[in-house]
């Protein structure tokens, strides 16, 4: 499905109120799982909801003739309160294949992915886009969860031998990084050693102090964005090995509030 509503599609800007129903529509999905009442919604936005593979699970895509760039958006009932965002699935490779093994073996209660490129619309720092509205809808429902964010960098590119030579740089998207995310950076250092960095702290670069999804979480209260940059070795890993990804949410997604 992701497949094919990320082909033929090109980015249209919504509407202020076409975000304002889609936000409603991703609370009541969220909340209520899928009905009638909310396909029908679906419908007026030129939306379709569709059953996934895993049980309790639904997905929410662009119909075939409405392909404007919104992205798609994955749900699933009873597993818990984190949410995955893959904004760049097309430009970080490999994050999009990472981003669905993630979904389907982690506790992720929703998660989106990007379906146009980001030199057609970047999601992660474009303002009104269904992503923003994705993300304000879950920080209402799931307020003490997390938005995980996962993104590529390229280790050679980097201007400090700091980031050069990791393979994970988790931040909050700021500067000051909340003990949640400490936690978290801490775990992953006894599982990666010499692999991860915080940011400013172990690294001064890729932050995500841009990033439109975190800075609207900080808006809003929500303490709970981790934006994680993640090297070409270690996403092939992660893409080829479930004992890797098992790794990396076990200490992600360890129970303690944001």
């Known amino acids: 499905m992701l497949r094919q509503a990320s082909r033929e599609g090109q980015f249209v800007q919504a509407s202020s109120d076409e975000l304002v129903r889609a936000q409603k529509l991703f609370v009541n999905l969220a909340r209520e799982g899928k009905s009638p009442a909310l396909q029908a919604e679906a419908a007026a936005l030129a939306l379709e909801i569709l059953p996934a593979e895993a049980p309790n699970s639904w997905v929410v895509r662009e119909t075939s003739e409405a392909k404007r760039g919104r992205g ?79 993104h590529g960098f390229d280790q050679g590119k980097r201007k400090t031998q700091a980031a050069a030579d990791v393979d994970l740089i988790l931040s909050a998207g700021h500067s000051a990084p909340p003990a949640s995310l400490r936690q978290k950076w801490r775990c992953l250092t006894q599982a990666f050693p010499d692999q991860v960095a915080l940011y400013p702290e172990t690294s001064r670069e890729l932050g995500g102090t841009g990033n439109a999804q975190g800075g609207l979480l900080r808006s809003l209260g929500f303490n709970g964005f981790v934006h994680a940059e993640m090297s070409r070795p270690l996403r092939s890993l992660l893409r080829e090995d479930r004992a890797t990804r098992a790794a990396l949410l076990a200490c992600l997604q360890a129970k303690g509030g944001n």
């Not at 904004?87 to 981003?99: W, Y």
């Not at 993300?135 to 799931?142: F, G, I, K, L, R």
């Open 72 to 150: 798609l958006f994955a749900f699933r009932a009873g597993v818990g309160s984190d949410v995955l965002q893959v904004p760049h699935s097309f430009k970080d490779e490999m994050t999009r294949e990472i981003g669905l093994a993630l979904f389907a073996e982690g506790r992720f209660a929703a998660a989106a992915w990007n379906t146009v490129p980001r030199t057609d619309a970047d999601m992660a720092h474009r303002e009104a886009t269904y992503f923003q509205s994705f993300t304000q809808a879950m920080a209402e429902v799931y307020p003490q969860g997390m938005v995980l964010q996962i």
